[in-house]
C-alpha cells in the first residue's frame, strides 16, 4: 500500500506540473500577441506620417476653395502647383523609404541610358522602417487622393472649365508619377533590378516638367 500511494503522489505531481507549464505557454502566446498587435498599431514616424498626407491634402482643400478665396486662377494654380511639388519631392524621397522601406530614382549609366531603379528594402533590414499602421496611411494617401483627382477631372470636363482642367491635369500627373514608382518598387519587391526606361509612362513628366505646364 505505501507503494502505491508514492507512486499516486508522484502522479499527481506530474499532472499538476504539465498543467502548469501549460497554462504559462498560454499566457506567453497572449502576450505575443499582445505585443505583436501594440507594434503594429504604434505611429514609428510620426513627422513622416503627417507629411505624407499634409501636402496632398491641403491642395484638395484649396482646389474646393479656390472660388472662394481668390477669383484669380494664376494665384489658385501657383499655390496648388506648389503644395503638389513638395508633396511629390517629399513622398519620393522621405515618406516612401521610412514609412513602407520602398525608394525609387533615374540615373544615367557610362553609355548615357536613363534608367529607372526601383527597390524595396528587405525583411532583415526592415528593423527602421514603418509599422503596418504607418503602412495603412502611405498606401491609402497614395491610392486615395489620385483617384479624388481623377474625380476633379471628370466635373471640370463635363462643366467646359477647361483652365481647371489644365490644372487638374497637371495635379494627376505628379500624383501618379509616384503612385506608379511605388507600385513598381512593390512589384519588384527584394529583386532591385532597374527597369527599362521605355516601361514607365511617366519618365518623360518628370525629366520634362515643362510638358506639364505646357498645355497652358
Not at 114 to 142: C, D, H, M, P, Y
Not at 146 to 158: A, D, Q, V
Not at 184 to 202: I, L, N
Request: proline share 2%; charged share 20%; with cysteine.
Amino acid at each position: 500500500m505505501l507503494w502505491d500511494d508514492l507512486i499516486l503522489l508522484c502522479f499527481v505531481v506530474a499532472c499538476q506540473t504539465m498543467a502548469d507549464d501549460t497554462e504559462d505557454v498560454e499566457l506567453d502566446f497572449a502576450a505575443d500577441e499582445q505585443e505583436r498587435a501594440r507594434r503594429s498599431a504604434v505611429i514609428r514616424h510620426p513627422l513622416a506620417s503627417f507629411f505624407h498626407l499634409f501636402f496632398r491634402v491641403v491642395a484638395i482643400v484649396a482646389y474646393l476653395l479656390c472660388d472662394w478665396i481668390s477669383e484669380n486662377f494664376a494665384s489658385c494654380f501657383v499655390l496648388i502647383i506648389t503644395l503638389l511639388s513638395f508633396d511629390f519631392w517629399s513622398v519620393k524621397n522621405v515618406t516612401g523609404r521610412l514609412l513602407v522601406g520602398l525608394r525609387w530614382w533615374n540615373q544615367i549609366d557610362e553609355d548615357g541610358k536613363s534608367l529607372w531603379v526601383f527597390e524595396a528594402k528587405k525583411a532583415s533590414q526592415g528593423k527602421n522602417t514603418g509599422t503596418e499602421a504607418e503602412a495603412r496611411i502611405f498606401w491609402l494617401g497614395l491610392i486615395v487622393c489620385p483617384l479624388i483627382w481623377t474625380f476633379f477631372f471628370f466635373t471640370s470636363l463635363f462643366s467646359l472649365k477647361i483652365k481647371w482642367l489644365s490644372l487638374v491635369v497637371a495635379s494627376i500627373s505628379l500624383q501618379v508619377a509616384n503612385l506608379y514608382g511605388y507600385l513598381r518598387c512593390k512589384a519588384v519587391g527584394e529583386d532591385g533590378q532597374p527597369a527599362d526606361t521605355r516601361s514607365f509612362m511617366g519618365q518623360h513628366l518628370l525629366q520634362r516638367p515643362d510638358i506639364i505646364f505646357g498645355i497652358l
